[in-house]
């Protein structure tokens, strides 16, 4: 499924959250469009046209910077470019005070920008895929440096990454809300230990553990988890994860977690399917066409004639199984979105009304107050979020992650 700007714009930010590194968002001729952090004093990558055209054919790729500092990138069916840094994959990098870089694990940058690349485009790539395309000969030697230094740091510590298999074992059963399986995949016989990326054990578990909730948090979403959820209830896991002061209990939490997701998938796939058994093909004919065309003026009559049923049918039929008229409906989702840009977008109250198709800024107020009961400023400055580089910000100078 390819989402809209909207709902990659509110991805970004929440998965901005989710690995502490800002992302940046390019069109296709190489002109910032989003800065998701949402500060001046993040660095921007500089970079030639014939860089922005390689990155955009591969899809998903790095781009070196500076000396060990990269930046991921993943490109949209548009030809956007997002771009994730400045990255340092070592724990103990000395970052330069002009020049602040973002720690992150190497396996950590290039799960998020598959995540991110699946999310815009509907095409899933996997780590195997990311490693080819980037094995040009011109990249093969950092991308090998990169990947090399990472396991040499590993080794170094005398510790060993779980075996892949096993952990995809566990994500398959988030995938597929099967608790007993995850059980069994948690219980597995240990290759080694969990790998080290900081010199501080309780830290570098830490880091381990938001690795495995981001993991878990994607695994849960294909699962059918609905995304704002699953970004919320991850966030919540990563505020337990921080507090923790012991490997006992940052396991103990993280396996929580994962029991969590594993349970919420379950649940909700078991609802849908009840829901389908009582859903009738028509009234879902006519949401998903109200959701394609939010932003325009969307009429009965057009629905009707989409579906192929007589307008004062489905009208009736509407009102009877959902208990709400069509154009209610529609006024309530153009609101439930607008309510998303008006939290996670810098977009004025008059941009949001044009984009969906409101009269005025006026009507769009007044509309939006019926339903919400409360203007669209009074709703932002209610929910707005913080400012990501005030509370979520670690820069490598200062704190590891």
């Known amino acids: 499924m390819i989402h809209t700007n909207l709902n990659v714009d509110k991805f970004c930010r929440h998965l901005e959250k989710v690995i502490h590194v800002p992302i940046i968002k390019f069109d296709a001729e190489n002109k910032l469009l989003v800065n998701y952090a949402g500060s001046d004093h993040i660095q921007l990558p500089h970079f030639s046209e014939e860089e922005g055209k390689r990155l955009r054919e591969i899809k998903v790729g790095i781009m070196n910077s500076d000396d060990d500092v990269v930046f991921g990138a993943a490109a949209d069916c548009e030809e956007n470019l997002f771009l994730i840094g400045p990255v340092c994959f070592y724990a103990d990098y000395k970052s330069l005070p002009q020049n602040p870089a973002f720690y992150c694990p190497f396996l950590t940058l290039v799960e998020a920008l598959l ?30 440096e990169m990947r090399s230094q990472y396991h040499f740091r590993q080794q170094e510590n005398g510790w060993l990454h779980n075996s892949y298999m096993q952990e995809e074992r566990e994500q398959s059963a988030i995938r597929e809300g099967d608790i007993e399986k995850l059980k069994n995949a948690i219980e597995e016989p240990r290759i080694g230990r ?5 010199q501080n054990i309780i830290r570098s578990a830490k880091n381990n553990c938001i690795t495995v909730m981001a993991i878990s948090v994607r695994s849960a979403i294909e699962g059918g988890l609905d995304s704002e959820e699953a970004f919320q209830l991850g ?31 379950a649940e909700r796939n078991r ?35 989409a579906i192929g049923l007589n307008e004062s049918y489905l009208s009736n039929l509407f009102r009877q199984k959902e208990e709400i ?55 932002r400055d209610q929910n707005r979020e913080k400012s990501f580089l005030e509370n979520e910000r670690i820069l490598i100078k200062t704190q590891v992650f």
């Open 115 to 144: 995540m991110l690349y699946d999310y815009m485009t509907g095409t899933e790539m996997n780590y195997i895929e990311f490693m080819k395309n980037n094995s040009s000969i011109q990249y093969e030697r950092n991308i090998e």
């Open 194 to 198: 969990l790998g080290v990326s900081s």
């Open 235 to 265: 966030d919540n896991y990563m505020a337990q994860i921080e507090n923790q002061n012991s490997v006992k209990s940052l396991t103990a939490v993280t396996r929580n977690a994962e029991m969590e997701l594993t349970r919420i998938v």
């Open 271 to 305: 609802k849908k399917q009840e829901k389908m058994k009582n859903t009738n093909p028509y009234i879902e004919s006519c949401k998903k066409y109200i959701y394609k065309h939010l932003h325009e003026k969307i009429l009965v009559h057009e629905i009707a004639d």
């Open 325 to 379: 008229t069509i154009t209610d409906y529609i006024m309530r989702q153009k609101i439930y979105y607008a309510q998303n840009l008006l939290i996670y977008s810098d977009y004025s109250y008059t941009d949001i009304a044009y984009y969906f198709d409101f009269s005025s800024r006026s009507h769009f107020g007044a509309t939006f107050k019926k339903v919400t009961g409360m203007t669209p400023k009074q709703y």
